[in-house]
């Protein structure tokens, strides 16, 4: 009796099993209707179309840096300067746009296009930096990166001198804070860049290449996979995802300024990890990060429609972090388990 006819009338697996198999992905899911029911109840404006655009807009610079580090932890790595990297991407942008008088930095105007693709370049430069002392140096990727997390908070100081940065180039204002008839233009970049992280990780070779390094280093070697230059590519493309974030980061809120993305490397490190992608590497995706969004952003709004403590509100949200993390851990532990089970 503890197993189930499939619908060929062969032999199935048990319920439980099946439940344990997917519980990295079922306990997410799972909690975002809870957190939905709960709000609606406790508050009728939550479940109104004008705040599920806020919703949106409020996940969307955390989404794009979360997509960037998808890649990275689907690798078994972990990239910790990606706040840092905004930060100093977007303000490399607001240092070479013209500012007003009044503000007080000495810097290097430029044309919004120029600026734009030096802020990027720049990023890029990052991310390969991250990288070479990870593949080529071997330094550990959380090191590496804490390092790079110290590195783009130097360039922040040096640029702005702890002053505020206004002016950003005209793309990244409307890209930033505009909208397109009643939806916002950072929620469509946030839609895109989404939709290229997942085609990208599942539908190409290099999509693949990301699994096998992360579910099986050594194995994803012995198929000739060049496993230093995926990594490389990931910290790559979490640092250029991190400096979109930052331009249009700097736009959305106005300004640009130290330690204004500090936040964001904890949120975007939960949205992955919330959503199921497993920290061990090989498991989760972009979908997993879609719905690791939706819980932070519907938890952090909602607790503000019920005006909740603020102090408490942090407290929540590390509670569930933790509860993440907790999931994520038994579900490889049990992944392991089956596995010997199996051979």
């Known amino acids: 009796m503890a197993e189930v006819l499939t619908e060929t009338g062969g032999r199935g697996v048990k319920p439980v099993a099946w439940v344990r198999a997917r519980l990295r992905n079922i306990a997410p899911f799972v909690t975002l209707i809870f957190l939905v029911v709960f709000f609606a109840i406790a508050s009728p404006s939550f479940i109104s179309i004008?705040?599920?655009?806020?919703?949106?807009?409020?996940?969307?610079?955390?989404?794009?840096?979360a997509v960037g580090l998808t890649f990275v932890i689907?690798?078994?790595?972990?990239?910790?300067?990606?706040?840092?990297?905004?930060?100093?991407?977007?303000i490399i942008a607001a240092f070479f746009t013209l500012q007003d008088p009044s503000v007080n930095i000495a810097n290097l105007p430029l044309s919004g296009w120029a600026a734009i693709m030096i802020a990027l370049g720049a990023a890029v430069?990052?991310?390969?930096?991250?990288?070479?002392?990870?593949?080529?140096?071997?330094?550990?990727?959380?090191?590496?990166?804490?390092?790079?997390?110290?590195?783009?908070?130097?360039?922040?100081?040096?640029l702005v001198r702890g002053q505020i940065a206004y002016a950003v180039p005209h793309l990244a204002v409307t890209l930033g804070s505009k909208a397109l008839g009643p939806v916002p233009?950072?929620?469509?970049?946030?839609?895109?860049?989404?939709?290229?992280?997942?085609?990208?990780l599942t539908y190409t070779r290099f999509g693949r290449y990301v699994y096998m390094v992360g579910g099986n280093r050594e194995a994803a070697e012995y198929s000739g996979v060049n496993v230093k230059l995926i990594i490389s590519a990931v910290m790559v493309i979490s640092a250029v995802c991190s400096g979109l974030a930052?331009?249009?980061?700097?736009?959305?809120?106005?300004?640009?300024?130290?330690?204004?993305?500090?936040?964001?490397?904890?949120d975007s490190i939960s949205a992955v990890v919330v959503?199921?992608?497993?920290?061990?590497?090989?498991?989760?995706?972009?979908?997993?990060?879609?719905?690791?969004?939706?819980?932070?952003g519907v938890l952090n709004n909602g607790l503000d429609h019920v005006n909740i403590d603020s102090f408490l509100k942090i407290l929540i949200r590390g509670l569930i972090l933790l509860a993440a993390l907790v999931i994520n851990v038994y579900a490889q532990r049990m992944k392991a388990t089956s596995t010997a089970a199996e051979g």
């Open 50 to 65: 004008g705040n599920i655009w806020n919703i949106l807009t409020q996940i969307s610079v955390t989404g794009i840096i």
């Open 74 to 90: 689907l690798c078994a790595e972990i990239d910790l300067s990606v706040a840092s990297v905004a930060n100093a991407v977007g």
């Open 125 to 158: 430069g990052l991310g390969l930096i991250n990288a070479i002392g990870i593949t080529r140096v071997g330094i550990p990727s959380f090191i590496m990166t804490l390092a790079m997390l110290q590195i783009g908070a130097g360039i922040c100081a040096l």
């Open 185 to 200: 233009w950072i929620v469509i970049v946030l839609a895109i860049t989404l939709a290229v992280g997942h085609v990208v």
């Open 246 to 266: 930052g331009i249009l980061g700097v736009a959305y809120f106005g300004s640009a300024q130290q330690n204004e993305f500090d936040s964001y490397l904890l």
């Open 275 to 296: 959503g199921g992608t497993s920290l061990f590497g090989g498991q989760g995706g972009i979908g997993n990060t879609i719905i690791g969004l939706f819980v932070l």
